[in-house]
């Protein structure tokens, strides 16, 4: 028995497992992106919601309020989708991973979804918002690095860097380094990741997680601000 644990130690991951892996990651990734993208239309994007701040801009009352109240709104299913989504997931697919490393991917995806959700809603009309995030999305979906794979997306200077800066490759790293830690006393990991492309990964696990999530974090962050800044935009422009 400890001879046959000893040769799974240096067994390689099978190109198809490889793929159910990432692909499994990816499409969890995309189901919550849409998710949020979508409900998170209708909080500043419905033509009532228009109404009513561009009604309060030309008042004069301050913007900031009316958007810190809708966000605390949003705050419980922010934080509740995540888990409830995790509830089904973890029922079905049993991970190795403990499910509060996994939630903390999903929550930080829900954010930045909910983020992007915001600013094109505030763009786009309420209809259109609704099909560009799908797209928007989408096309997220298809620069993170499954497929096609990374090494096909770096094969070209533009694409790769559209899947360096894309949030959903990270988030999806971040999700496949989690569970593939948990497989080291049965599979070489190190020769996956470098199969698979995630350099970062290869020395340092651990800080690859903190990184991407950190990154994650920050165009979550972004995408806040740049909502806050078309309400702005859009009511001192409504106002004159």
Sequence with gaps: MAE??????????????????????????????LLGLTSSQRVFGSEKEKVVWFREA?????????????LLVQLVLIVC????????????????AYARELYEVYFVATVVAFGFGYVISLYLHEKQAIVA??????VFTMLSGVTP???VLYSNWFTGI???INVCRWLQEWSVIIELEYYRNIYNTTTTYEMLMYDYAFDEPAKAKKLYRNYALIIGLVAHLMA?????????ADAS
């Design 228 to 236: 806050i800044s078309i309400l702005f935009w859009r009511a001192g």
């Design 81 to 96: 989708g995540p888990a409830l989504f995790l509830v089904m997931y973890y029922s079905i697919r049993q991970p190795r």
């Design 58 to 70: 030309e008042a004069g009352l301050p913007t900031i309020p009316y958007f810190v109240s809708k």
């Design 133 to 138: 995030s799908i797209l928007v999305q989408l």
């Design 4 to 33: 046959v644990d000893k040769v799974r130690e240096v067994v390689d991951l099978l190109p198809g497992e490889r793929l159910a892996l990432t692909l499994g990651e990816q499409r969890l990734l995309l189901a919550l992106g």
């Design 162 to 164: 559209l899947s360096s």
């Design 149 to 151: 794979t990374l090494h």
